[in-house]
């Protein structure tokens, strides 16, 4: 990107009213599934358009749903994602894919199957004539969080629908049907929501689950067949299952942008406990790995993470990614402030900072107004209100031009 281009794009991201205080947020893909602490479209989307062009490779490095990866392509640009939560790459993977009539039609088969299914199970105890209970025959997970977290009819439709994912003809329609089936779990089970990993009674009856990923599986297809007439076919994307800390290889990038984890601001791997047991998902390995997670930052014992941790972690993310992106191009950071052991931590100043010692020159910075009811994090960074947009120019010798 020449210079009189970089000044222009930049001049224009100054102009932008980064709050987007009324912006529609879930067209597109982007309602696929819940995901807690996501950043709007509106962010990826600004910064995509002014600092990359058209069949440039655009990445996000803590890729959670997709949102980026999603905006990308609508904008014509290849997408790449990376993730240590193996559950945030399969729902990037979904909210990204490109469904072909068939497959379209495979989908729609599963959730009429599903939506039979569940209007065939009874409230046994409440009919007039009462069946037995339904009980699948596929295999289910061992864990004994399935049946502290689950009335024991959920549990059977959700093996019996899951079961169903598994046999789905392609990659593309087990993915979408997974993720179409995720997207209920946390409503049907005893977690009170995505963001309160406490118990309790919800009005969930027999065949409840089954109609719920019927609905869930509709909506999805139409959704992603809409995204594929709009996305061209030859524009690539690839999600990577990847911890940044083990130095993945990637490949170049144009342009990075993303909203890293705030240090003890959430723990995915808690709040999608569930969801992973489901999927046969390596919930523990991802517990080690997440970066950020309250439940590391809360602990008090000796090796409980403090800010010296993210900034250590950063460190080796940004001298990694000095060799990823390249030479003049840019890195953009959505990142909000932290509290650690009572401590207000301005993580967009560590960043840069962070970032500086790698090769990078901070080139501008806009804040916003977070939204209630756009993100939730833990309830000690309630008093946060704003985040920084930090724009990073990556000026390492070794970038590759």
Known sequence: ???????????ALETID??????????????????????????????????????????????????TLVEALRLGRHAKGVDANPLACLI?????????????????????????????ITPY????????????????????????????????????????????????????????LSSIIVTVSKQDSDTRYVRREKNI???????RFARALTDAVKTIAAFSEEVSPTLRREVYYANLLTDPDIGDVDLVVCSPPYPNAYSY???????????GMDQPAFKREEIGSHRKYSSNGQNGATVETFRGEMTTIFEWLARHLRKDRYAC??????????????????????????GFREVGRFSREMQASKKAFNPEHGRIKTEDIVILQNGAAYGHE
Not at 28 to 54: D, N, V
Not at 92 to 120: N, Y
Not at 127 to 152: H, K, M, Q
Not at 166 to 179: G, N, Y
Request: hydrophobic fraction near 45%; proline fraction near 6%.
């Open 1 to 11: 990107m020449d210079t009189i281009i970089t000044s222009t794009a930049l001049a």
């Open 333 to 358: 950071f959505v990142v909000g402030n932290s509290t650690i052991r009572g401590e207000t931590i301005n993580n967009a100043n560590l960043i840069s900072e962070v970032a500086a010692r790698a």
């Open 205 to 211: 009856i027999p065949g409840d689950t089954l109609k």
């Open 18 to 67: 980064w709050d987007f205080t009324n912006a529609t947020t879930n067209y597109s893909t982007h309602s696929l599934h819940p995901y807690p602490a996501k950043y709007i479209p509106q962010i990826p989307h600004a910064i995509i358009k002014e600092l990359s062009k058209p069949d440039e490779v655009v990445a996000d490095i803590f890729c959670g749903s997709g949102t």
């Open 125 to 180: 105890a409440d009919s007039l004539f009462p069946s037995e209970a339904f009980v699948s025959t596929a295999p289910r997970p061992g864990s004994a969080a399935i049946s502290f977290w689950f009335e024991p009819f959920v549990i059977e439709e959700i093996t019996e629908a899951l079961s169903w994912c598994h046999a789905m003809p392609t990659e593309t329609t087990r993915t979408i049907s997974k993720v179409a």
């Open 269 to 279: 791997h808690l709040y999608h406990m569930t969801r992973m047991v489901w999927f």
């Open 92 to 120: 990037s993977e979904a909210k990204t894919s490109r469904l072909v009539p068939d497959e379209a039609a495979a989908l729609e088969a599963l959730a009429k199957r599903a939506q039979v299914l569940g209007a065939t």
